[in-house]
């Protein structure tokens, strides 16, 4: 059985999608199957790992709202390894169909389980807000994990996403559980980022990812090209972070 994870925090520019790309991807690199979920209308996890929203006849979309069959939602990628279920601007409006729906927050999670044996990794790469595509997401995950910016504002916001973590635990899905912290966009160099470490340590202690992810010119420009940072530029800071990071969530998972 796959492990679920999304990829979770309301607020944007936090390196999120960056976050599930390149994590699946060098997930997959370590030999895992691993199924990379785009679940922002925003279709960046999509365009990121070199698929055209343009060019895709099924998304999402036509899971959670059309029945579609999952199976014939899933593409490949430049990893043999990884496969991506997309994301389209069709989803943009799911939330106001959405509500129409019996046991609607558990769309996602009743597809995601019919192939739930078909891969190692479920990356579920959340829109930055919590409405019912995110909660959908949360339901059908068995983990979270929370990318973090070293900004003074982050922390505060992390807060507020704590506790609706623990109310979507305690009303939808009780196997839900934190798995991680990453700290992202980390310059050492200024001494706001290393104190928001320090603080983001003492709050939250070994919930925290030991990898931190720096702040790299080259992961910013990996999406404009269509390829995640291990096939764009695989010897950059940005890329051993995250490759660091995947072996750190390969060995929190025992695997």
Do not use: W
């Not at 976050?19 to 030999?31: E, F, M, P, Q, R």
């Not at 992810?213 to 990996?222: D, G, K, M, V």
């Amino acid at each position: 059985m796959g492990i679920i994870y999304s990829i979770v925090n309301q607020k944007g520019g936090v390196g999120k999608t960056t976050t599930a790309i390149n994590l699946g991807s060098y997930l997959s690199l370590l030999n895992m199957k691993v199924l990379l979920i785009d679940m922002d209308p925003q279709g960046n996890a999509t365009s990121g790992v070199g698929i055209d929203p343009g060019k895709i006849d099924k998304n999402v979309y036509d899971i959670i709202i059309n029945d579609e069959k999952i199976t014939n939602v899933i593409y490949p990628t430049p990893f043999e390894n990884l496969h991506l279920i997309p994301s389209t601007q069709d989803l943009s409006g799911s939330e106001v169909e959405l509500v129409n729906y019996d046991k609607r927050e558990f769309r996602l999670k009743s597809f995601i389980e019919q192939i739930q044996d078909l891969y190692d990794y479920f990356i579920i790469d959340c829109p930055p807000s919590l409405g019912l595509l995110t909660l959908n997401s949360l339901v059908a995950s068995e983990k979270t994990l929370i990318p973090v910016q070293c900004e003074y504002f982050a922390l505060e916001g992390l807060s507020h996403l704590l506790n609706t973590l623990d109310l979507v635990k305690n009303s939808f899905n009780p196997l839900l559980n934190i798995s991680g912290i990453v700290l992202t966009m980390y310059d050492k160099r200024t001494l706001l980022n290393r104190q928001v470490v320090d603080e983001a340590k003492t709050h939250f202690g070994d919930k925290v990812f030991d990898t931190i992810i720096p702040r790299s010119i080259r992961l910013t420009e990996a999406p404009s090209h269509g390829l995640p940072i291990a096939l764009y530029n695989p010897r950059s800071n940005g890329a051993k972070a995250y490759h660091r990071l995947a072996k750190e969530v390969l060995s929190f998972d025992n695997i």
